[in-house]
């Protein structure tokens, strides 16, 4: 009975499906509560509105609207991070698994996920797989591990006093590369 997310490095884009699971929530009992908690939440990180409607196209068809515009009208960052926000929410799985969920993220929005997966993390266990520096400033370094593969795959709980040198030396960055 446990429900699992797995959010690959290569998400579907977002569009009608989402537009017409929230245009759904909007005529179903308890839909408008929920469909409430969903816009605060996007809101709160990524600082749009998001809305649903029913498409000009044909019969049946939804439009999901950021900031009075569609959702393809957007940046990629916005996309993704929509993307991550409503699978979770409408699935709201025991686990969470997401490949690099920094793709197309401005270093802000790595930090305003980042803080998302946190506090979603107190209702569902959480891995994540990144080479984001923003995203592992942001965690708890009791949480983080090291998986290198050279002749062989080997995973390491990173101590905290060794991470700050352990992690950038795996993902190659170098002092001269902050200058």
């Given amino acids: 009975n446990i429900t699992v997310l ?26 408008p509560e929920k469909l409430r908690a969903i816009q605060e939440i996007v809101f709160a990180l990524l600082g749009v509105e998001i809305d649903a409607f029913q498409g000009e196209e ?19 960052g916005i996309r993704e991070a929509l993307r991550l926000i409503l699978d979770y929410e409408f699935a709201q799985p025991s686990i969470l698994l997401v490949e690099e969920p920094e793709i197309h993220l401005h270093p802000a929005l790595e ?46 709980l990173i101590d905290a006093a060794e991470a700050e040198v352990a ?7 170098r002092l001269s590369s902050l200058f």
């Fill in 6 to 31: 797995y959010l690959t490095e290569r998400r579907e884009p977002i569009g009608r499906r989402e537009a017409g699971r929230l245009l759904e929530l909007k005529v179903r009992r308890g839909g």
């Fill in 58 to 76: 044909r019969e049946g068809s939804a439009e999901l609207d950021v900031d009075r515009f569609l959702v393809q009208a957007n940046g990629a």
């Fill in 111 to 156: 930090t305003s996920m980042m803080r998302y997966l946190k506090n979603i993390g107190r209702r569902s266990q959480i891995f994540i797989t990144t080479h984001s520096t923003n995203f592992l400033d942001t965690a708890e370094m009791k949480n983080v591990y090291l998986t290198t593969r050279r002749e062989s795959t080997s995973i390491e």
């Fill in 167 to 173: 992690i950038p030396r795996e993902l190659g960055t």
